[in-house]
């Protein structure tokens, strides 16, 4: 433990990056520290304003059904305040249209409930409640340049002003880098002497356009419509959903490095031919209140800090700085917040275990089980980019072609029977695990409408999932 952190003011956890993983990991940090500080390279905005720090808010940002409750759980009466700014709770099944090159799903209620924002106004009523909360200070305007080594661990970060000027130091007990997938937390532990861990890409060549809408909510009896791009042969798809204040994001998606437009025109035009006539007629009846912006940097990114040989004590990695997912399943935000709470159930683990203060062992310890939560959400995200002929990246095996035509088969049911719908939402909600999608029930469904030979690797397939 750091002295100079302790100094009289009792343990100190610092948090770098004050994006959606940050913010979460402060809040539950505050529960295991006395004082929790968070770094943040932009200037506070005002609120619900973009920061150039997360250029990626300009897009639709879907919060699963998971990621909300985690959320809820964190600052209860958070969706309060999102209700009063007029970003309902609605059933995805219910008001949601999706529309998948397998069908258009079921509309129905599913059990599967979520409130959809932009992403800045989220992250500032998030932001709010940590800094409601008294236990977490910002410093903002100041970039993280390195760590500061002690033993064989980190004492803290040196950081700078945006403006420049001299470094200086902030020590802590615990510092967390949440600080996005940009950010070169690999050079910093290279700079200690480390060695940078392996960095596994996979990438689909996906990219956004995206567009801000006025439009009052009771003109429509959805609130959001999804046509996803489908491998092998419809790289073009496009979602729009409501957000707050009456406005509408309009989100297209160019995949196998099919760039999706940024001129008026081509993004009218590429939403007149997409399959559901939703996103084009909304559009043409509301009002434009931003540029189209573009964006395409997508592909999933893992740095397996888990396996390195030799890791410092007291320092973690989490958020987007870990992993970054292709986009297209809205996992990101939802990921880091489950990791933010598994990093809070490690410590709670570290009191038990070594009991004190000591935080020996816990790095190692919480890289481990970070990469194990993140796992099926990454498996997801690259098995679907893998349909892409286009994709670049390491491979998985064979049985993940079974995997796909399993998955096809779920979607295909889900467009009519309710069972395999609301088991596949949850799932893709992360409400459930994976595994519930080879429940006997449903297994039993996909095998019917299977071809001999896929029935015959669904079930060794079965068979390993339930080893
Ligand atoms: C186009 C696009 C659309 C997306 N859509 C979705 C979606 O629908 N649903 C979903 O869940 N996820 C989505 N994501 C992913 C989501 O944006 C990320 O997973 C999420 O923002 C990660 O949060 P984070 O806190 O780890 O990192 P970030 O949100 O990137 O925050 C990192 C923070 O660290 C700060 N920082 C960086 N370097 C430093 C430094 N040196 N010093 C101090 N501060 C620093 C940055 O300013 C920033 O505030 C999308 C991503 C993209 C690119």
Redesign the pocket.
């Known amino acids: 433990m750091s002295l100079s952190a302790t100094n009289g003011a009792g343990r100190h956890a610092i948090v770098?990056?004050?994006?959606?993983?940050?913010l979460v990991a402060a809040r539950v940090l505050t529960d295991h520290f006395d004082r929790v500080t968070v770094?943040?390279?932009?200037k506070p905005g005002s609120e619900g304003a973009f920061?150039?720090?997360?250029p990626?808010?300009r897009?639709?940002?879907?919060?699963?059904a998971k990621?909300h409750a985690c959320v809820e759980q964190l600052f209860p009466g958070i969706g309060d305040e999102m209700e009063a700014a007029g970003a309902p709770l609605y059933d995805v099944g219910e008001r949601c249209i999706s529309i998948y090159p397998q069908g258009r799903l079921l509309r129905r209620r599913a059990g599967v409930e979520l409130r959809l924002t932009s992403?800045m106004f989220r992250e500032r009523l998030i932001r709010r409640r940590v800094v409601e909360g008294g236990r977490v200070s910002f410093r903002e305007g100041?970039?993280?340049?390195g760590l500061v080594p002690e033993g064989c661990g980190v004492a803290g970060v040196r950081?700078r002003n945006v403006e420049g000027g001299a470094e200086s130091t902030v020590f802590a007990d615990l510092v967390v880098a949440?600080?996005?997938?940009?950010?070169?937390v690999v050079d910093w532990l290279v700079a200690l002497g480390y060695p940078a861990p392996r960095e596994v890409v996979v990438d689909a060549g996906l990219s956004?356009s995206s567009r801000w809408y006025r439009f009052p909510r009771d003109r429509r009896d959805f609130y959001a419509v999804a046509e996803l791009p489908g491998a092998p042969d419809r790289p073009r798809g496009g979602v729009a959903f409501m957000t707050e204040h009456d406005t509408w994001v309009v989100t297209l998606m160019g995949t196998s490095r099919i760039r999706t437009p940024t001129d008026e025109s081509s993004f009218n035009v590429w939403v007149r031919a997409l399959d559901n006539p939703h996103i084009h007629e909304l559009i043409t009846e509301a009002e434009p209140i931003s540029p189209i912006y573009g964006?395409a940097?997508?592909d999933n990114r893992r740095r397996l800090f888990d396996r390195m040989p030799s890791f410092p004590e007291r320092f973690v990695v989490?958020?987007?700085?870990a992993a970054?997912?292709n986009?297209l399943y809205?996992?990101?935000?939802?990921?880091?917040a489950l990791g933010a709470l598994e990093l809070g159930a490690c410590l709670e683990e570290q009191r038990e275990r070594v009991g004190g203060r000591s935080l020996t062992g816990l790095s190692r310890r919480f890289q481990r089980c970070l990469a194990r939560m993140q796992e099926p959400a990454w498996v997801m995200a690259t098995a679907e980019d893998f349909r892409w002929p286009g994709t670049s990246g390491e491979r998985p095996g064979p049985a993940q072609k079974v995997a796909e035509a399993y998955f096809n088969i779920i979607l295909r049911l889900a467009t009519r029977d309710p069972v395999v719908h609301t088991a596949m939402l949850r799932v893709t909600h992360m409400v459930d695990p994976m595994s519930e999608l080879f429940r006997p029930d449903i297994v039993s469904r996909v095998l019917e409408c299977s071809t001999r030979p896929v029935r015959k690797a669904v079930g060794a397939l079965v068979e390993q999932v339930a080893r």
């Open positions: 770098l990056g004050g994006g959606i993983a940050g770094l943040e390279r932009d920061r150039a720090g997360v990626q808010s897009h639709a940002h879907v919060l699963l990621g992403r100041v970039v993280v340049q950081i949440a600080c996005g997938r940009e950010a070169p956004y964006y940097r997508t989490l958020g987007d700085a970054s997912l986009p809205g996992q990101g935000m939802t990921v880091g």
